[in-house]
């Protein structure tokens, strides 16, 4: 196995968290109430946290000067590998618990396998991270319910959300040759085998919740490919405006 | 002690280790949290193996500072490693740490299937730290920090933070 590709499959895995952890973070003083606020950047954190895991072994595998800042800071948009849902803007708080749904219940399906990855810091990062996502998966699932199984109001803005984030969800289980490549090696998840369970788990969620699985195809997107939605660069203007203005800044 | 650890080191090392709290419980130390894993001295050296609570537990870069201060004021070099695997879980939490922890007034992890009743909205699990009636309230499943939730009583009204089961 190249040793490039380890390092990109990192990337790959850390993004994903990252771009979310930094959507989360701009609720930050803004979420709808004082316990999302709080849960919403307690969930940024603990994925910034899994995201220096990932960048730190990534660093590591790069050698010469690099490091999990570089790779966090110094990277242009074409460099990212994340999923275009995770760079879908907030919106309201329904198209926030949407993409969180989303993303936790494949994030916890994906971890689950990671955990007997052949490559042994990928399997310990994973399971320090599957304890963290499953709570999680239960405070969006939770609010999933709460909020389509709640006012008329409620229940139609949860929906509106679903219709316009589901589309994007595909794309977590379109595999790419860097993906085969880690499956085949044993070091990464086999998302054909993640589809179906995510499917169930959607479909039970939503039957709880009064929501309906929207009958629409998927978008072909290709952020796994380094192609974003023009979303992406205004997360990379704030996120890496301090090493850009100011290369090599500390505090 | 917890299965797993190794501690090879002098009564000042100990000590000196005692005296380094969590920022953010001050009455916890770090060998009550469980968070040190290894400790070792080797020719002159200690080498002490850190492992994080939760991923971004902003704490641990501050308990990994305070450590190795503590260690170089006792004339030691330090080497410090984070390590991962085993992952921490809450009962590597000391006996005497859950004591402190109560008396502090967050209550201390139950089981995993009691807590997992109790952030589920269960009711009469977690008792008030303040008045010991179990007659509580989830707020909400995050609290002031990631590893704890949110819960009031019902009785006396204090609300009080819980540190969340982690396994």
Redesign the interface.
Known sequence: MKKESLYKYLLLLGDNSMILAHRLSELCGHGPALETDIALTNISLDLFGQVRSYFQYAAELKGGDATEDSIAFLRYGREHYNCILLEQPNVDFGHVIARQFFFDLFQKLQLEQLVSSNDKKIAAIAVKSLKETKYHLRFSSEWIKRLGDGTEESHERMQSAIDNLYPFVGEFFKETDLEKEMKEEGIGADLFLIKSAFDKEVMKTFAEANLKIPEIASRMTQGKYGIHTEQLDYILNELQYMQRAYPNMEW | MVKGQIYIASKEIQDALESVCDPEIPVLTVMDLGVVRRVEEIDGVVEVDLT?T?????AMDTMATDISSALMKKGYKVKMSLV?????TTDWISKEGREKLEKYGIASPLTEELDLQA??GGDRIVACTNCHSINTKL????????CKA?FQCKDCLEPFDYF?C??
Not at chain 2, 54 to 58: E, I, L, T
Not at chain 2, 84 to 88: E, Q, R
């Open positions: 994080p939760y991923s971004g537990c902003p991962l695997s085993p992952a921490w952030l589920m707020i909400s499943q995050f609290g002031s920090t990631a949110l969340k982690l396994k």
